[in-house]
T-cell receptor
Framework: GAVVSQHPSRVICKSGTSVKIECRSLDFQATTMFWYRQFPKQSLMLMATSNEGSKATYEQGVEKDKFLINHASLTLSTLTVTSAHPEDSSFYIC?????????????FGSGTRLTVV | GDSVTQMEGPVTLSEEAFLTINCTYTATGYPSLFWYVQYPGEGLQLLLKATKADDKGSNKGFEATYRKETTSFHLEKGSVQVSDSAVYFCALRNYGQNFVFGPGTRLSVLP
């Protein structure tokens, strides 16, 4: 089945530095990738939707200059947390839509636990 | 807006015990309902789904019935195994819109 590989699984960084999270579709072309964030004991919240070759669409309240999304190819989407601060510590997970037309599903990466110290 | 509420975990059970994880939702329209499972170190995997009222989704011994009258989609399994230990997410999605997830419920099954 469709697999999305997400790296790193865990990262600890210093405040003020930037962190890049990668999601790769291993056996299919992901024209659309979704990025979610989850705070402890809260729901997965959609941050942005990225389409290959175009600018990402951010949900209300998400700073696009802080969370840079690049979807330059059909198999790779990246999320860069710029100038990270402790409040950015969270669980980030990507998801890609698979299939076409009415016969489609969603595949999720394994998530990245970001800790900013 | 749409929302999903799940029982808080962690839930700890002994092997072969009966499992219920409650899920209720608030939504406009007629959403599809889902249960996703996340095993340690892995991504979310679709466990089961139901697309309309009174539908029952089932997979791997798990079941959930779409109850429109109570806006619920409770997950059940008659006899859990240690390998069922994971985080379970209830979610909804209206056609053409994005997923709305619950906060997840961590299940630990002890041998």
């Amino acid at each position: 089945g469709a697999v999305v590989s997400q790296h790193p699984s865990r990262v600890i960084c210093k405040s003020g530095t930037s962190v890049k999270i990668e999601c790769r579709s291993l056996d299919f072309q992901a024209t659309t990738m979704f990025w979610y964030r989850q705070f402890p004991k809260q729901s997965l919240m959609l941050m942005a939707t990225s389409n290959e070759g175009s600018k990402a669409t951010y949900e209300q309240g998400v700073e696009k200059d802080k969370f840079l999304i690049n979807h330059a190819s059909l198999t790779l989407s990246t999320l860069t947390v710029t100038s990270a601060h402790p409040e950015d510590s969270s669980f980030y997970i990507c998801s890609a839509r698979t299939g076409r037309g009415s016969d489609y599903g969603y595949t999720f990466g394994s998530g990245t636990r970001l800790t900013v110290v | 807006g749409d929302s999903v509420t799940q029982m808080e975990g962690p839930v700890t059970l002994s092997e072969e015990a009966f499992l219920t994880i409650n899920c209720t939702y608030t939504a406009t329209g007629y959403p599809s309902l889902f249960w996703y499972v996340q095993y340690p170190g892995e991504g979310l995997q679709l466990l089961l789904k139901a697309t309309k009222a009174d539908d029952k989704g089932s997979n791997k011994g798990f079941e959930a019935t779409y109850r429109k009258e109570t806006t619920s989609f409770h997950l059940e399994k008659g006899s859990v195994q240690v390998s069922d230990s994971a985080v379970y997410f209830c979610a909804l999605r209206n056609y053409g819109q994005n997923f709305v997830f619950g906060p997840g419920t961590r299940l630990s099954v002890l041998p």
